[in-house]
C-alpha cells in the first residue's frame, strides 16, 4: 500500500484538478548551495506535467532574480525569471509602489543596484526609510550605519527574518535574521513591514502577477515556520518536507512528493 494513502483519503491533500500552480521554496528544498537536491528536478516535472504552473519562492534577497533564474537553468531546472520569487524583488516593488524615498539599504550590492532603479539611496545620517536583507559581509561598521538609520527611519522594511538556511552541503548558515534581531534590539524599533516568507506580501505579488488565486496554490518547502506558516497566512495548500508536524502534510523527501497524488 502506498503509505501516503492515509493522507489521500483524510482530504489533506487537494486534487491536483482544484490546484493551478505549484510553489517551490528553494534553499533546502530545491538545492543546497550549488548541488540539486536528489529528486527535486522529477517533482518539478510531474507537476508540469499536470498542467500545473511551477513558481520558486526563496527569502534569499542576496541575489537577483536573474541569478536565481540563471542557477537553477544551470541546475536543469528549466525556468524563466518571471517563475522566480524572492523577497528582495518583492521589497523593491513595495519601495516602488508606496514611494518611498531616502533608502538606506542593508544587503548585498544587486540588491543594493536594484534598489536604486527605484527610489533614491541615501546615508544612514538621512535615511526616512531603513530596507534590510542578507549581507554577507555585516560586520560591526555596518552594524552601526544600520542602527543609526533604523533609529531616524520613520519606515523599517525586513526582507525577512529566518535566522538560518540550509546551504553548501546541507549545512546551516546564518540567514537575515541575524541581522534584523541585532538591529531591532539596538534600536529598539520594531520593522513596520517584513515582505518575505512566512507574511503574505510575496504570495500577494506572485498572485497580482499570475493571475491565480493563493487558495489554487500548493507551497513546497522544508521550513515549518517560514514555508508552512507563508501559505497559510496567504490561504495557500502546503507540504511540508520534514518530520515531527502532524497538522500538515509531510513528506521525507522532496522526490516523495508526487506519491501523495497518486
Do not use: W
Not at 23 to 41: M, Q, R, S
Not at 120 to 141: P, Q, R, S
Not at 183 to 202: A, L
Not at 249 to 256: C, I, L, T
Amino acid at each position: 500500500m502506498n503509505k501516503y494513502q492515509n493522507i489521500i483519503e483524510s482530504g489533506m491533500v487537494r486534487p491536483l484538478s482544484e490546484l493551478q500552480a505549484a510553489v517551490f521554496d528553494l534553499d533546502g528544498t530545491v538545492y543546497y548551495g550549488n548541488d540539486l537536491i536528489p529528486g527535486a528536478k522529477e517533482t518539478i516535472s510531474f507537476f508540469r506535467e499536470k498542467g500545473l504552473r511551477v513558481l520558486f519562492a526563496t527569502n534569499n534577497s542576496g541575489r537577483t532574480r536573474s541569478s536565481l533564474t540563471r542557477k537553477l537553468n544551470r541546475l536543469g531546472i528549466e525556468c524563466v525569471e518571471d517563475d522566480v520569487y524572492n523577497s528582495g524583488y518583492v521589497a523593491v516593488r513595495f519601495v516602488e509602489e508606496r514611494g518611498l524615498k531616502n533608502i538606506y539599504v542593508v544587503g548585498s550590492a544587486p540588491f543594493k543596484e536594484e534598489m536604486a532603479q527605484v527610489s533614491n539611496m541615501t546615508d544612514e545620517e538621512h535615511a526616512d526609510t531603513l530596507v534590510v536583507g542578507i549581507d554577507l559581509e555585516f560586520d560591526y561598521e555596518e552594524m552601526t550605519r544600520a542602527i543609526r538609520a533604523a533609529m531616524r527611519a520613520d519606515t523599517i522594511i525586513y526582507c525577512n527574518q529566518d535566522m538560518t538556511y540550509l546551504g553548501e552541503g546541507g549545512k546551516v548558515f546564518p540567514g537575515s535574521g541575524a541581522m534584523t534581531s541585532v538591529i531591532t534590539n539596538c534600536s529598539g524599533k520594531e520593522p513596520d513591514y517584513v515582505v518575505g516568507k512566512p507574511f503574505t506580501p510575496m504570495f500577494e505579488l506572485i498572485s497580482r502577477n499570475t493571475g491565480i488565486p493563493c487558495d489554487k496554490m500548493v507551497m513546497i518547502g522544508d521550513s515549518y515556520g517560514s514555508d508552512v506558516g507563508f501559505a497559510r497566512n496567504a490561504g495557500a495548500e502546503a507540504i511540508f518536507i520534514g518530520e515531527g508536524h502532524d497538522d500538515v502534510v509531510s513528506v521525507r523527501d522532496v522526490g516523495d512528493i508526487p506519491r501523495l497524488f497518486e
